[in-house]
């Protein structure tokens, strides 16, 4: 049988007069997240119809969840637009889309097409029965609280028959919302966050401080692989990994700042860098991965202490999330096998025995103080590395050397 894939809009439909601008941006994204099948589409006002070779099917389902704005979407079973073929299709379509286990069945007409005859309860009372009695097995009707519905969506010169609805990641079309700035480590929730700030429509870019050789080079290929997997859900298929090099920082913190207060004086100066590295490339926000009291860091007093030398906008998606959900989504979006590596990061090496939780502005900048941190925070500016990395990317920094700068400088050679 004859199939097509319908795509429904989400909170996008509640745009008004600017939902022009954000069904545009999503048919672009899908056109080029399917450019290299062969598919073909029709457009209407509230969903997209996807034509499709059968055996690309669970490709496309695959990558359809990869596309932000997309609500949910149904692969539909194509039918001529009258009551016999429209019976006959949807008997069919419960012989193989139906679970085992499931019983109790409803079936649902949509006429989109006033023209026809019967109105849609009309029409649900005609095939209802006909559907069931050809269908292999079995079903009890129950429309207060049924295991399935059966839609049976008529339009102009066709009808689709479908069963199962598949939620899409919705949210709203990549980029819509503006630009922001990930500060990206290789733990669990960074890219998480990264990739719910994409599913509201923010374009990302991704910022990871790199302490090599303090940090075993495995750390940042994680960064790296992480990054591989984020990219599959932006418009072009790539993302900017920017590697920035905070070895020296690093040992000018651990020297000279009072052991309590070394997470909290390095965040700030992550935060300093962000910020500064947004204004110059035009970045709205800086995004991470704090959860209020996941970590000694996170607290709100720390929170507080460690933004206060920023003015910059801080998104936190997961600001509200426990770890076991922030893993399972980890996992739902391929990152945990990554994340769970036991590489360490700066942000995770030479970590104090009692961190502050709730630290003090007056004694993070008598710390600080005790640093010439300007020139440092500049020559990280300067040196930062980027890459533009895509699913493809091969990129594998650990055969090449110590430091990031030697295996990056290697492996151009090579």
Request: no cysteine; proline share 8%; net charge neutral.
């Given at each position: 049988m004859k199939k097509k894939i319908i795509i429904r809009f989400g909170d996008m439909m509640l745009k008004g007069r600017n939902i022009g601008f954000f069904i545009k941006r999503v048919?672009?994204?899908l056109i080029n997240k399917l450019k290299d099948l062969e598919v073909n589409y029709e457009f209407t006002h509230d969903r997209i119809f996807i034509g499709f070779l059968n055996e690309d099917e669970a490709e496309i389902i695959l990558r359809l969840h990869q596309i932000p704005g997309l609500y949910s979407f149904n692969v539909a079973y194509v039918s001529q637009p009258n009551i016999e073929d429209i019976i006959s299709i949807g008997s069919q379509v419960l012989d193989i889309e139906a679970d085992q286990e499931m019983m109790h069945l409803k079936i649902e007409t949509r006429?989109?097409?006033?023209t026809f005859s019967l109105t849609s309860q009309e029409i649900t009372q005609k095939i209802a029965s006909p559907i069931l009695k050809g269908a292999k097995r079995k079903y009890t009707v129950d429309v207060k609280n049924?295991?399935?519905?059966?839609?049976?969506?008529l339009r102009q010169n066709v009808a689709y028959v479908y069963l199962k609805k598949i939620k899409g990641m919705g949210?709203?079309?990549y980029g819509t919302g503006g630009k922001g700035l990930v500060m990206m480590s290789g733990g669990f929730d960074s890219p998480v966050a990264a990739y719910l700030a994409m599913k509201q429509g923010i374009e990302v870019e991704l910022y990871h401080f790199e302490s090599t050789p303090m940090t075993p080079l495995e750390s940042v290929q994680?960064?790296?692989d992480l990054a591989k997997i984020l990219s599959e859900y932006t418009l072009t298929g790539t993302i900017n990994l920017h590697l920035v090099p905070f070895a020296k920082i690093h040992e000018e913190i651990l020297s000279k700042v009072f052991d309590s207060y070394i997470i909290t004086v390095m965040r700030r100066m992550m935060y300093r860098l962000g910020e500064r590295f947004s204004k110059r490339n035009k970045l709205l926000c800086l995004i991470n991965g704090e959860s209020v009291g996941q970590v000694a860091s996170q607290t709100l007093q720390s929170?507080?202490?460690v933004e206060g030398v920023t003015r910059i906008p801080i998104l936190r998606p997961l600001i509200t999330y426990d770890k076991n959900d922030i893993i399972e989504i980890s996992k739902k979006i391929k990152t945990y096998d990554i994340s769970v590596q036991p590489f360490n990061d700066c942000c995770s090496i030479y970590v104090p025995k009692a961190p502050v939780t709730k630290p003090m502005e007056v004694y993070a900048s008598k710390y600080e103080q005790t640093i010439d941190f300007e020139p440092l925070l500049k020559e990280a500016m300067e040196n930062t590395l980027l890459i533009q990395i895509s699913k493809d990317s091969d990129i594998i920094l650990t055969n090449h050397g110590f430091t990031v700068k030697e295996a990056y400088s290697n492996m151009k050679k090579d």
């Open positions: 048919r672009l994204h006429r989109h097409d006033k049924p295991e399935e519905i059966l839609y049976i969506d949210g709203y079309p994680k960064v790296i929170m507080q202490v």
